[in-house]
């Protein structure tokens, strides 16, 4: 299963169109060479892949990459927008699907889907769902469409920051709908006692306890609602707090015993694995920030 660092992407967006199919209108068995998104706005389709069928009614969309054959169907008359686009490229150039997709005569589609799991700084890891639904995407496809045929200059940029946009808006509504219609009703109240006390050696049996689950079934449990396990969850709530702490000055010996660190080593550690720098990198970046913040106010 890959994982896209959403802060580190460059997407290129290799096609984009509003269309219309008519009932029976399929795409074949096939492989694609990149990824699509598919928004339906009026009608309804269908997509099998992965051994299950994706049904799409009006504001949904389904994904899916180029890790095994897919089936695209439209079950009456639908209009849709249409996204072939790839998650890291280093050049924003369009590169049009067409050529690179492969025609299967077989049936079912086989092979199994490769979503990859979404990270963005300390936030919950998310898996890119297959089938979902996230208002106001559909107005960053009609601008991206635009831009797709009018190659204006700089079109290309245009494109990739559409789709970054794109993409921060789904990922922003799934992990709110992540934290809340899920976490809230099965592991909410081991979320809410590390959160309240992070610096606390919370045992998995301690918090499996709060929820009323065995610790074997919490573990697993809170993997899939959270996307981190216990041990790493806190840790991320740790490195939160040592963030606003090393900003107001504190030393890393007193805060790495404050927030439950085994030593100032193993803080470190833990803080360069969450943000890609040590505690020094970070109190130094912060304090030139505050600087030129500063100045700009003079």
Same mark, same amino acid.
């Given at each position: 299963?890959?994982?896209?660092?959403?802060?580190k992407?460059?997407?290129?967006?290799?096609?984009?169109?509003? +269309? *219309?199919?008519?009932? $029976?209108?399929?795409?074949?068995v096939?492989?694609i060479? &990149? @990824? #699509?998104?598919?928004?339906v706005? %009026?009608?309804?389709?269908?997509?099998?892949?992965?051994? +299950? *069928?994706?049904?799409? $009614?009006?504001?949904?969309?389904?994904?899916?990459?180029? &890790? @095994? #054959?897919?089936y695209?169907?439209? %079950?009456?008359?639908?209009?849709?927008?249409?996204?072939?686009?790839?998650?890291?490229?280093?050049?924003?150039?369009?590169?049009?699907?067409?050529?690179?997709?492969?025609?299967?005569?077989?049936?079912p589609?086989?092979?199994?889907?490769?979503?990859?799991?979404?990270?963005?700084?300390?936030?919950?890891?998310?898996?890119m769902?297959?089938?979902?639904?996230?208002?106001?995407?559909?107005?960053?496809?009609?601008?991206?469409?635009?831009?797709?045929?009018?190659?204006?200059?700089?079109?290309?940029?245009?494109?990739?920051?559409?789709?970054?946009?794109?993409?921060?808006?789904?990922?922003?509504?799934?992990?709110?709908?992540s934290?809340?219609?899920?976490a809230?009703?099965?592991?909410?109240p081991?979320?809410?006692?590390?959160q309240?006390?992070?610096?606390?050696?919370?045992?998995?049996?301690?918090?499996?306890?709060?929820?009323?689950?065995?610790?074997i079934?919490?573990?697993?449990?809170?993997?899939?609602?959270?996307?981190?396990?216990?041990?790493?969850?806190?840790?991320?709530?740790?490195?939160?707090?040592?963030?606003?702490?090393?900003?107001?000055?504190?030393?890393?010996?007193?805060?790495?015993?404050?927030?439950?660190?085994?030593?100032?080593?193993?803080?470190?550690?833990?803080?360069k694995?969450v943000?890609?720098?040590?505690?020094?990198?970070?109190?130094?970046?912060?304090?030139?920030?505050?600087?030129?913040?500063?100045?700009?106010?003079?």
């Open positions: 299963m890959s994982t896209i660092e959403l802060e992407i460059a997407p290129t967006v290799n096609f984009a169109v509003r +269309q *219309t199919a008519e009932a $029976g209108e399929n795409w074949g096939r492989v060479p &990149d @990824c #699509q998104i598919m928004n706005i %009026t009608g309804c389709a269908e997509l099998y892949i992965n051994n +299950q *069928t994706y049904t799409i $009614g009006p504001g949904e969309c389904v994904y899916y990459g180029s &890790d @095994c #054959q897919s695209l169907k439209a %079950t009456e008359k639908t209009d849709f927008y249409s996204i072939h686009f790839s998650w890291q490229h280093d050049s924003p150039e369009p590169v049009h699907p067409g050529l690179g997709i492969r025609f299967f005569n077989s049936w589609p086989q092979g199994v889907s490769n979503n990859p799991v979404l990270v963005c700084g300390t936030a919950s890891q998310l898996l769902p297959t089938l979902f639904e996230v208002p106001g995407l559909e107005a960053i496809w009609t601008r991206m469409v635009k831009e797709y045929k009018g190659e204006q200059p700089g079109y290309t940029m245009a494109l990739r920051a559409l789709m970054i946009q794109a993409i921060t808006v789904m990922y922003r509504h799934m992990l709110e709908g934290l809340s219609a899920n809230n009703h099965k592991i909410e081991a979320i809410q006692a590390m309240l006390q992070p610096d606390y050696n919370w045992s998995v049996a301690e918090l499996a306890a709060l929820c009323g689950y065995h610790p079934h919490f573990s697993k449990l809170f993997k899939e609602e959270a996307g981190l396990t216990p041990k790493h969850f806190i840790i991320r709530e740790r490195i939160k707090r040592a963030k606003q702490a090393l900003l107001l000055r504190e030393k890393m010996e007193s805060l790495s015993i404050r927030l439950g660190f085994k030593s100032i080593h193993y803080f470190s550690h833990q803080f694995e943000t890609g720098l040590t505690p020094s990198q970070f109190r130094m970046l912060g304090q030139t920030k505050k600087t030129i913040n500063d100045k700009k106010q003079e």
